[in-house]
Structures are given as C-alpha cells and as structure tokens.
C-alpha cells in the first residue's frame, strides 16, 4: 500500500515583537484552524527589542530555515519607528519588482495593549494614550496586575478575545481587517 500524499500547505508567518503579540496571534491560528487548514501558519516573536534586532530574529528563526520569500506579517508597536537594521532586513526581502515578502502591520494605538484596549471597546479618553498608560489599564483592568503578564495573558486571552469578537470586529476593525486579508479569511 502507497503512502499517502499529504496537500501542500501554504506557509504564512505571524510574526510580534514580543510574547503577548504572538499570544493574541496564536488566537488566530487556533480559532480559524478550518479556515486556515490549507497554511500552514508559524507564529513566533523575537522577545522585544529594537525593531531592527527583531526583524533580525524573524530573519534568522524562520525566513532562513524556509523559504526567504514566505509572506510574514509583523506586529509592531506604533510607537516604534524602523531603525537602519529594519530597513535593511525590510531590503533584502524585496524583490526586483519592489514587493516587500514582509507586511509591517502597527499595532494602534500606540502599542499592543492600546489596540486590545480598543477591541474591547475601553480606550481612555485622548490625551491618555502613552503606551505606559495603555499598558498598566489593560493588564491591572484585565489581567489583575502588572505582574507576570504573559501567563495571566495567555490564560485569559481566548475569554478576553473570543472568536465572536473577533469575527464582529473583522470587517470593521482596521488592524484586525488587515490580518484576515493576510491570512485569506477575507477579500478585500
């Protein structure tokens, strides 16, 4: 008896600048797995860092190890700009025709907790958006505390962000719009 062929997968990439991006990346690997059953999906994160250094760490843990031309999407903060070594990282994976391999999505606004913030529908007034304050509302507010944000996180990330939220927020939601194209959940 043959073996069987498996189909080949498509192979994406979610990429975040630390481990509570590729957390609330994961929920959608795993909340969209039929949708998502003909990719094959990495989700990874450099552990923080100059936005440089962590498209280094993208380059070096995923993009050399496969195919250098695999689609990834970064998840950065906005309050990051690119330094020189993202620029040079952003250049090597552009080809001839000036398409970049790696889509740099901004998490708004300011950083990562400012747009879970926004998802929940919690922003605080404008004039209070400084990424700190961001940060401390959303994990005193969500998480309990400011301590140990990554398991409290990924502990309440799927009650926090269900897929129903995600599915409502998908169409109408800048940020969440543009990784459901990424990934082919949506069509522009």
Not at 2 to 11: C, D, H, M, N, V
Not at 97 to 118: F, H, M, N, R, T
Not at 163 to 185: N, R, T
Request: glycine share 8%.
């Amino acid at each position: 008896m043959g073996k069987r062929k498996l189909p080949l997968r498509t192979p994406l990439i979610l990429w975040g600048e630390g481990h509570t991006e590729q957390l609330f990346l994961e929920l959608f690997r795993q909340d969209y797995r039929k949708e998502l059953a003909e990719k094959q999906i990495m989700v990874g994160n450099a552990g923080g860092g100059s936005p440089g250094s962590i498209l280094e760490a993208l380059d070096k843990k995923a993009l050399s190890l496969g195919d250098p031309k695999t689609p990834a999407l970064f998840l950065l903060d906005e309050d990051k700009g690119l330094d020189d070594e993202a620029l040079e990282v952003l250049k090597k994976h552009t080809n001839e025709d000036g398409e970049c391999s790696i889509a740099i999505l901004y998490s708004k606004p300011q950083c990562l907790e400012g747009l879970l913030l926004d998802l929940l529908g919690d922003l605080p007034v404008k004039g209070h958006h400084r990424s700190e304050e961001l940060k401390e509302r959303f994990q005193e507010k969500y998480l309990g505390s400011c301590n140990h944000v990554r398991k409290n996180f990924k502990k309440k990330r799927a009650e926090l962000f269900p897929k129903a939220l995600l599915d409502k927020k998908m169409a109408s939601h800048p940020i969440l719009k543009k990784v459901s194209l990424f990934l082919g959940l949506s069509e522009s």
